[in-house]
């Protein structure tokens, strides 16, 4: 597949964990930032985590210390950990794919969201 392709969410009541998956295409000749954002209803949508190709994590100041971001190379795959979790963390989660800068192979150099996985914090 190319666009990213979310997995993991679902309803959860406060204080409990949930994970969030990202499978998506990157070609080794190209570098990427993998972000997670989030929209709830009625608002923005607004960054939330993210990881460079070196490993470099950001975090929202509203989940810092809560979530942890990763990724499993081989597999293609971005991880949100998602701890302590609160109702204002009730919202539609998307990955992101951004180009940052590859080599002249690289075949694939868009900017790519994924659909979604909603996310349901209950109190």
């Known amino acids: 597949q190319v666009q990213p392709v979310e997995s993991g969410g679902g309803s959860v009541q406060a204080g409990g964990s949930q994970w969030l998956s990202c499978v998506v295409s990157r070609s080794p000749f190209c570098k990427y930032r993998m972000s997670w954002y989030r929209q709830a209803p009625g608002k923005e949508r607004e960054f939330v985590s993210g990881i460079d190709p070196d490993g470099t994590t950001t975090y929202a100041d509203s989940v810092k210390g809560r979530f942890t971001i990763s990724q499993d190379n081989p597999k293609n795959t971005v991880y949100l950990q998602m701890h302590s979790l609160k109702p204002d963390d009730t919202a539609m989660y998307y990955c992101?794919?951004?180009?940052?800068?590859?080599?002249?192979?690289?075949?694939?150099?868009?900017?790519?969201w994924g659909q979604g996985t909603q996310v349901t914090v209950s109190s």
């Open positions: 992101k794919r951004q180009f940052l800068d590859g080599h002249i192979l690289c075949p694939d150099r868009r900017d790519l």
